[in-house]
């Protein structure tokens, strides 16, 4: 296919990460089956019952509760996209009559006297987010800085492991002072009470003063200061005002002292709030590098953070392991090293599952955050000449569309045709 821009990542084909799983039901459950797919145009799903097609099941996952037995049968996905068709394996699902018998082991207390009381252990408490939400900005293309390679690779990488674990994910590049604080601020709109803002990912330069770190926009001057770019601790306090239930920063990027900055921000206080967690790509006053790989680059970080990423961990140990990891590559070694910054006092994972509060609140934030990435639908152009070319739309980044492009008509007397994309009217 034939790409508008050089922003997208080299990717080859469609295919499935997560395969469905086969399971045993009782009546009145709730159905959760899943199939997750990485492609280039993104993979869109239709789900499958005994061969027929479900009506409305044209997402990831397939949800259906209380169910009965006429939800009996064999299960599959069509995964697909404008050039690519695969198929997930096939599923049985069984559903048995009745309710699930559930066992609760009870323990004896003994009172002083001697008499025993039975009284039964209270469940652990699951824990779980409203919602998942995540921004990604990756800053390459500097105006008056050194441009960097790795964060659009990066921010690409950890947009579709992160989809799998059902984050809404907003993935910029590129992005100037006022595009960074819109970004921030239609980032909040997506937040409130228990949702995990989980993710606020930052790739590019860099700096850290006076305990603040600072993310700086492609169009910060040769001498930028703190006013020309984001606190990244003032982020934080307006995320914890929305009631956030997990708080992760993940900063890749350079933490050394900004000498042409010598203002101490007034960020204001944050709140005791025992869910906030920070993971540096470097330690202070230290360097993040990137690793070349062919024509590609990855950050050092997001090289070890994507093996570790969708496993069901809390999330510091998540970033221990990532630690420990990075310790082992010799280049690095002594030069870079990840840092750890956490007050999380309860077993939050990216892997918890969703319990929205409300359907109206969910559709809200679903309705804030489709608003942003609607794409036109697959269209076919004719021309004069006979030739009819397919044009297909893609978002592998939030604020970039891409176009393909394909032939799938010419005459029989043009021997070669190939559709271009012009600016050019």
Same mark, same amino acid.
């Given at each position: 296919?034939?790409?508008?821009?050089?922003?997208?990542?080299?990717?080859?084909?469609?295919?499935?990460?997560? $395969?469905?799983?086969?399971? *045993?039901?009782?009546?009145?459950?709730?159905?959760?089956?899943?199939?997750?797919?990485?492609? /280039?145009?993104?993979? $869109?799903?239709?789900?499958?019952?005994?061969?027929?097609?479900?009506?409305?099941? $044209?997402?990831?996952?397939?949800?259906?509760?209380?169910?009965?037995?006429?939800?009996?049968?064999?299960?599959?996905?069509?995964?697909? /996209?404008?050039?690519?068709?695969?198929?997930?394996?096939?599923?049985?699902?069984?559903?048995?009559?009745?309710?699930?018998?559930?066992?609760?082991?009870?323990?004896?207390?003994?009172?002083?006297?001697?008499?025993?009381?039975?009284?039964?252990?209270?469940?652990?408490?699951?824990?779980? #987010?409203?919602?998942?939400?995540?921004?990604?900005?990756?800053?390459?293309?500097?105006?008056?800085?050194?441009?960097?390679?790795?964060?659009?690779?990066?921010?690409?990488?950890?947009?579709?492991?992160?989809?799998?674990?059902?984050?809404?994910?907003?993935?910029?590049?590129?992005?100037?002072?006022?595009?960074?604080?819109?970004?921030?601020?239609?980032?909040?709109?997506?937040?409130?009470?228990?949702?995990?803002?989980?993710?606020?990912?930052?790739?590019?330069?860099?700096?850290?003063?006076?305990?603040?770190?600072?993310?700086?926009?492609?169009?910060?001057?040769?001498?930028?200061?703190?006013?020309?770019?984001?606190?990244?601790?003032?982020? @934080?306090?307006?995320?914890?005002?929305?009631?956030?239930?997990?708080?992760?920063?993940?900063?890749?990027?350079?933490?050394?002292?900004?000498?042409?900055?010598?203002?101490?921000?007034?960020?204001?206080?944050?709140?005791?709030?025992?869910?906030?967690?920070?993971?540096?790509?470097? *330690? #202070?006053?230290?360097?993040?590098?990137?690793?070349?790989?062919?024509?590609?680059?990855?950050?050092?970080?997001?090289?070890?953070?994507?093996?570790?990423? @969708?496993?069901?961990?809390?999330?510091?140990?998540? @970033?221990?392991?990532? #630690?420990?990891?990075?310790?082992?590559?010799?280049?690095?070694?002594?030069?870079?090293?990840?840092?750890?910054?956490?007050?999380?006092?309860?077993?939050?994972?990216?892997?918890?599952?969703?319990?929205?509060?409300?359907?109206?609140?969910?559709? #809200?934030?679903?309705?804030?955050?489709?608003?942003?990435?609607?794409?036109?639908?697959?269209?076919?152009?004719?021309?004069? *000449?006979?030739?009819?070319?397919?044009?297909?739309?893609?978002?592998?980044?939030?604020?970039?569309?891409?176009?393909?492009?394909?032939?799938?008509?010419?005459?029989?007397?043009?021997?070669?045709?190939?559709?271009?994309?012009?600016?050019?009217?």
């Amino acid at each position: 296919p034939s790409l508008a821009s050089g922003y997208c990542p080299t990717m080859a084909g469609l295919q499935i990460l997560r $395969q469905p799983q086969p399971c *045993c039901l009782a009546e009145g459950d709730t159905l959760m089956l899943e199939c997750r797919a990485i492609g /280039n145009p993104p993979a $869109q799903y239709q789900w499958f019952r005994n061969r027929r097609p479900v009506e409305g099941a $044209q997402a990831p996952q397939l949800q259906v509760k209380l169910v009965t037995t006429a939800e009996r049968g064999s299960y599959s996905c069509r995964v697909f /996209n404008l050039f690519h068709e695969v198929w997930s394996q096939e599923v049985d699902v069984e559903i048995g009559e009745g309710p699930r018998q559930t066992s609760v082991t009870p323990y004896l207390l003994c009172s002083p006297a001697g008499v025993s009381h039975s009284i039964t252990a209270p469940p652990s408490p699951i824990l779980a #987010a409203t919602d998942k939400v995540a921004l990604l900005i990756g800053n390459m293309h500097y105006l008056h800085h050194k441009q960097l390679q790795a964060p659009i690779v990066d921010v690409h990488a950890l947009g579709a492991l992160l989809r799998q674990l059902d984050f809404k994910v907003v993935s910029l590049l590129d992005l100037h002072k006022a595009e960074m604080q819109m970004a921030v601020d239609e980032f909040l709109l997506l937040l409130d009470k228990g949702v995990y803002a989980g993710l606020l990912y930052y790739a590019g330069h860099g700096y850290e003063n006076f305990g603040n770190s600072f993310m700086v926009p492609i169009d910060a001057p040769s001498a930028y200061t703190s006013e020309h770019c984001l606190c990244v601790q003032r982020v @934080l306090r307006e995320m914890q005002q929305r009631r956030t239930g997990l708080n992760i920063f993940l900063l890749d990027m350079c933490r050394k002292r900004n000498l042409n900055d010598d203002v101490i921000p007034q960020v204001g206080a944050l709140e005791v709030t025992a869910n906030i967690v920070f993971g540096y790509a470097t *330690c #202070a006053d230290a360097e993040a590098y990137e690793l070349s790989q062919g024509e590609l680059s990855n950050g050092i970080f997001v090289t070890f953070l994507k093996r570790w990423l @969708l496993e069901d961990e809390k999330i510091t140990v998540l @970033l221990d392991k990532v #630690a420990e990891d990075m310790g082992t590559l010799e280049i690095t070694r002594g030069r870079q090293a990840l840092e750890l910054r956490s007050n999380l006092s309860e077993r939050r994972a990216l892997t918890d599952p969703i319990h929205p509060p409300g359907q109206d609140e969910s559709s #809200a934030r679903n309705l804030q955050w489709a608003k942003a990435h609607v794409l036109p639908e697959s269209r076919h152009v004719c021309f004069d *000449c006979g030739v009819t070319v397919q044009l297909g739309f893609a978002a592998e980044f939030s604020n970039i569309m891409i176009i393909y492009t394909r032939v799938v008509a010419a005459p029989k007397d043009i021997t070669k045709c190939e559709a271009r994309l012009t600016d050019i009217p």
